[in-house]
């Protein structure tokens, strides 16, 4: 589903990543991690086309992910969910519009939106805030508002950049449920985190990244 073939990246001058190989099959649940600086976050925007390779092959689907053409950077997106810092949401929108949103670019019917939007914030434990707007909202509600909106497509591909970074533990084992339950109905997911609670016992493949480089995977 995904794979990396001798994937490099620079800023400026400095090598980020180097000569990356990886390959992540369909319905996998993999995760990433390594010390601060270790290019984790840089790893996952490339494969959501947010930032370019300079080197290197990457794949995604039926996607060569550094080679797109204008018409297909959107096509992408709408295969991957994304939880990613940068990636905040829309603080004219109210917290239902901010999750419909997806499903509304996917050519959803309103009626099927809300069944769909609604079962999503119960989940999180959010239905009461669902006419609220984000900026009223704390920061691991907003976080789980985002983690909704990521999942609510049922994307095949869910990318996760420190998902639990503003959440309490409990809330955190509560959202690794949720993902485990994406996993299990077929997404594949690529989670980039420092809590290892997220993947200790899971049985699942950690890779850690330091200084660009694949240093070592193992078994969570
Ligand atoms: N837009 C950018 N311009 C220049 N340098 C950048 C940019 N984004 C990241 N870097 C640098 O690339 C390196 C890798 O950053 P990245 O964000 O991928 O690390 P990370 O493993 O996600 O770290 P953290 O655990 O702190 O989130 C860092 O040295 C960072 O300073
Ligand atoms: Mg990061």
Known sequence: MITFRNVSKYYEDEPVLKNIDL??????????????????????????????????EILLGD???GQLSHAEVPLLRRSIGVVFQDFKLL???TVYDNVALALRIRGRKEK???????EALKDIHLRHKVESY???LSGGEQQR?????AMVSEPSVLLADEPTGNLDPDTSKYVARL???????????????HNRELYKNTGK????????????EEIG
């Open 112 to 118: 099927e939106i809300k069944g769909i939007v609604l």
């Open 23 to 56: 390959a992540i099959g369909k319905g996998e649940m993999v995760f990433l991690t390594g010390p601060t600086g270790a290019g984790k976050s840089t790893l996952l925007k490339l494969l959501y086309a947010a930032e370019l390779p300079d080197g290197g």
């Open 179 to 193: 993902f485990h339950e994406a996993n299990i109905h077929g997404t594949t997911i690529l989670i980039a985190t």
């Open 134 to 136: 984000p900026p009223t």
């Open 205 to 216: 493949r950690v890779i850690r990244l330091d200084n660009g480089v694949i240093i070592g």
């Open 63 to 65: 996607f060569n992910v």
């Open 145 to 149: 508002v985002v983690i909704a909106r």
């Open 91 to 93: 603080e004219n929108l």
